[in-house]
């Protein structure tokens, strides 16, 4: 239902209750209770987060004069539509650059969805153009918006959701990328089939990426909430995505338990053999927890190296270095191997600092060992 047949609703004050499967939202009219469906660009006012106002109308069927202004609320002779959007409704000039700051997301959303609507582009379609513009130096914006209209068209098209949600975060708006995903994720928890129709992954990933938004505001309650959530999906539908039982560990470790940041960190390992960085952190945490298992975290790291993730390779060289150069000390044997080590790790990444320091420090223990008469 629009508001052709509601000429009764121009203008009345509405409550934003849901995003609907059909695009459309469910509101509650202030005065009368009455629940209904309205098309987004049926509404006006910007005041929410998401970009859509909260005042029905039909822009066709009411003359200008009768509407409104956004800024005062006079009904009025002078009142005009915002050239932008053909929309919002203002008396003056004055109340136009007043409003402004308020209606500037809603206004180009608005006529971008109009531009779209226009070309009767699907939402699928809307979507790889803000994939395109994504892939462009310097059009974040430009691709914040295709994303923003594709979920408009179909707000179950979840896969636009997760890169509107990345890309918000990129440019450092958290708070907008936490909106959106705390709304897709209600929007998945009514209707899960709808959420997983195009792509399962992609609603594993918002979820994900829901957690890394909260461990952004330091939230890891609630982060963790999230990629607990996000597990479960993965297991339901059968991902192989180690993004979030990572995250989980690291979640441990701010909070200071590290029984069960090593307890995860090892069921990492095992469930995702084949993820370098599971790897890679378990050697990390054995070192921190058992510093003298020189063993296991060296047969972690070498592990790591066997699935080479080419850009932290030299961390990985690096590690192990620290972890042969820590044993060569405790058991007063020769530190060549981890010499080796800081020497591949600075082959990889010559500015390394951890690789350049301890390569030093092996050096003078080498030196020292000698001279003492060590049997190296
Ligand atoms: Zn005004
Ligand atoms: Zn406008």
């Given at each position: 239902?629009?508001?052709?047949?509601?000429?009764?609703?121009?203008?009345?004050?509405?409550?934003?209750?849901?995003l609907?499967?059909?695009?459309?939202?469910?509101?509650?009219?202030?005065?009368?209770?009455?629940?209904?469906?309205?098309?987004?660009?049926?509404?006006?006012?910007?005041?929410?987060?998401?970009?859509?106002?909260?005042?029905?109308?039909n822009?066709?069927?009411?003359?200008?004069k009768?509407?409104?202004?956004?800024?005062?609320?006079?009904?009025?002779?002078?009142?005009?539509?915002?050239?932008?959007?053909?929309?919002?409704?203002?008396?003056?000039?004055?109340?136009?650059?007043?409003?402004?700051?308020d209606?500037?997301?809603?206004?180009?959303?608005?006529?971008?969805?109009?531009?779209?609507?226009?070309?009767?582009?699907?939402?699928?379609?809307?979507?790889?153009?803000?994939?395109?513009?994504?892939?462009?130096?310097?059009?974040?914006?430009?691709?914040?918006?295709?994303?923003?209209?594709?979920?408009?068209?179909?707000?179950?098209?979840?896969?636009?959701?997760?890169?509107?949600?990345?890309?918000l975060?990129?440019?450092?708006?958290?708070?907008?990328?936490?909106?959106?995903?705390l709304d897709?994720?209600?929007r998945?928890?009514?209707a899960?089939?709808s959420?997983?129709?195009?792509?399962?992954?992609?609603?594993?990933?918002?979820?994900?990426?829901?957690?890394?938004?909260?461990?952004?505001?330091?939230?890891?309650?609630?982060?963790?909430?999230?990629?607990?959530?996000?597990?479960?999906?993965?297991?339901?539908?059968?991902?192989?995505?180690p993004?979030?039982?990572?995250?989980?560990?690291?979640?441990?470790?701010?909070?200071?338990?590290?029984?069960?940041?090593?307890?995860?960190?090892?069921?990492?390992?095992?469930?995702?053999?084949?993820?370098?960085?599971c790897?890679?952190?378990?050697?990390?945490?054995?070192?921190?927890?058992q510093?003298?298992?020189?063993?296991?975290?060296?047969?972690?790291?070498?592990?790591?190296?066997?699935?080479?993730?080419?850009?932290?390779?030299?961390?990985?060289?690096?590690?192990?270095?620290?972890?042969?150069?820590?044993?060569a000390?405790?058991?007063?044997?020769?530190?060549a191997?981890?010499?080796?080590?800081?020497?591949?790790?600075?082959?990889?990444?010559?500015?390394?600092?951890?690789?350049?320091r301890?390569?030093?420090?092996?050096?003078?223990?080498?030196?020292?060992?000698?001279?003492?008469?060590?049997n190296?």
């Open positions: 239902m629009g508001l052709v047949n509601r000429d009764d609703l121009n203008g009345k004050v509405v409550k934003l209750e849901a609907q499967p059909s695009g459309r939202w469910q509101v509650t009219c202030e005065k009368s209770g009455e629940s209904i469906l309205i098309k987004p660009a049926n509404l006006h006012t910007f005041s929410d987060a998401l970009g859509y106002g909260t005042t029905a109308r822009p066709r069927d009411t003359p200008m009768d509407l409104p202004c956004n800024g005062c609320g006079e009904v009025g002779g002078n009142n005009k539509a915002c050239v932008g959007c053909r929309i919002a409704i203002y008396c003056s000039k004055e109340c136009q650059t007043k409003h402004w700051p209606h500037k997301v809603f206004c180009k959303q608005a006529k971008k969805n109009q531009e779209l609507d226009a070309q009767d582009l699907s939402a699928l379609d809307i979507y790889h153009k803000g994939v395109a513009a994504a892939q462009r130096r310097g059009q974040e914006r430009e691709a914040i918006d295709f994303y923003r209209a594709s979920i408009v068209k179909d707000p179950f098209l979840f896969v636009a959701v997760a890169n509107l949600a990345s890309m975060r990129r440019v450092g708006d958290n708070e907008g990328a936490l909106t959106v995903l897709a994720v209600r998945g928890a009514e899960p089939q959420a997983v129709a195009y792509e399962p992954r992609a609603f594993y990933i918002v979820h994900e990426t829901l957690g890394n938004a909260f461990m952004s505001n330091h939230d890891v309650q609630r982060a963790m909430a999230s990629y607990r959530q996000a597990m479960k999906i993965a297991e339901a539908l059968r991902l192989r995505e993004g979030a039982y990572i995250q989980m560990g690291a979640c441990y470790d701010l909070l200071g338990d590290h029984a069960a940041s090593l307890r995860t960190k090892r069921e990492n390992a095992e469930r995702f053999p084949g993820a370098y960085i790897h890679y952190n378990l050697g990390c945490e054995l070192r921190t927890q510093p003298m298992a020189f063993d296991t975290a060296a047969a972690s790291f070498r592990k790591a190296l066997t699935l080479s993730d080419g850009r932290r390779d030299a961390d990985v060289h690096a590690m192990l270095g620290v972890t042969l150069l820590d044993e000390v405790v058991r007063r044997s020769s530190p191997d981890a010499i080796a080590c800081f020497e591949e790790a600075l082959r990889r990444d010559r500015h390394h600092p951890a690789a350049q301890d390569l030093q420090k092996a050096k003078a223990y080498a030196m020292v060992a000698d001279h003492s008469g060590l190296l």
